[in-house]
């Protein structure tokens, strides 16, 4: 059980597109969904925290316009880049907090994000 | 697919006890990191293993990396009430999709 899933697991796209990614928890309500960047072989940072139906909080430094977060339903956030630039290019996680244990965390396979 | 497990998934010692928790890859990584997460935190990176039967130390606690490069631990020595949180492992594979453990929840009881 406690399985999150990602999609599209890869993408490509060219400067100035945008890119939505999907994240879902598949056995299980999350109310909280969090979502992560990293560079190859860096640390997971934190970009934002989602809470079902309301707004994301962002970490500093990340910004909110160009990555937009909706966490419409207790299944489901969606994280949409837009605008990519080369710049954008990195491995993007999800992660979900279930709904009666506030502290177990199951994260996604995560989705590599390539903008030429 | 690519699996990481991780066991023991929960893990209660009495504060001065050592604690381990195990990573097994199904295929050889590339690298394996350890994050620790805080009770209502976010998990936080701590290390990196890269080479084969590479083990590396951070105070109170040892990590090592399988000569095969499918297996990894984390070991804490007398462990502390300040070691609480759940300990994950992630291992990059050649793909270089990262693949996170479920995770080991320690609790320390002073």
């Known amino acids: 059980g406690a399985v999150v899933s990602q999609h599209p697991s890869r993408v490509i796209c060219k400067s100035g597109t945008s890119v939505k990614i999907e994240c879902r928890s598949l056995?299980?309500?999350?109310?909280?969904m969090f979502w992560y960047r990293q560079f190859p072989k860096q640390s997971l940072m934190l970009m934002a925290t989602?809470?079902?139906?309301?707004?994301?909080?962002?970490e500093q430094g990340v910004e909110k316009d160009k990555f937009l977060i909706n966490h419409a339903s207790l299944t489901l956030s969606t994280l949409t880049v837009t605008s990519a630039h080369p710049e954008d290019s990195s491995f993007y996680i999800c992660?979900?907090?279930?709904?009666?244990?506030?502290?177990?965390?199951?994260f996604g396979p995560g989705t590599r994000l390539t903008v030429l | 697919g690519q699996q990481v497990m991780q066991i023991p998934q929960y893990q209660h010692v009495q504060e001065g006890e050592d604690f381990t928790t195990y990573c097994n890859s199904s295929?050889?990584?590339?690298?394996i990191q350890w994050y620790k997460q805080r009770p209502g935190g976010h998990p936080v990176f701590l290390i990196q293993?890269?080479?084969?039967?590479e083990v590396k130390k951070q105070k109170r606690l040892t990590f090592q990396f399988g000569e095969a490069k499918k297996n990894s631990s984390l070991h804490i020595t007398a462990t502390q009430t300040t070691d609480v949180g759940t300990y994950f492992c992630?291992?990059?594979?050649?793909?270089?999709?990262?693949?996170f453990g479920k995770g080991t929840k320690l609790s320390v009881i002073p």
């Open positions: 295929t050889t990584l590339s690298n």
């Open positions: 293993l890269v080479k084969s039967g």
């Open positions: 992660s979900a907090r279930e709904r009666t244990g506030a502290d177990t965390q199951y």
């Open positions: 989602s809470n079902e139906g309301s707004k994301a909080t962002y």
């Open positions: 992630a291992g990059y594979h050649r793909s270089y999709q990262l693949t």
């Open positions: 056995d299980f309500q999350a109310t909280t």
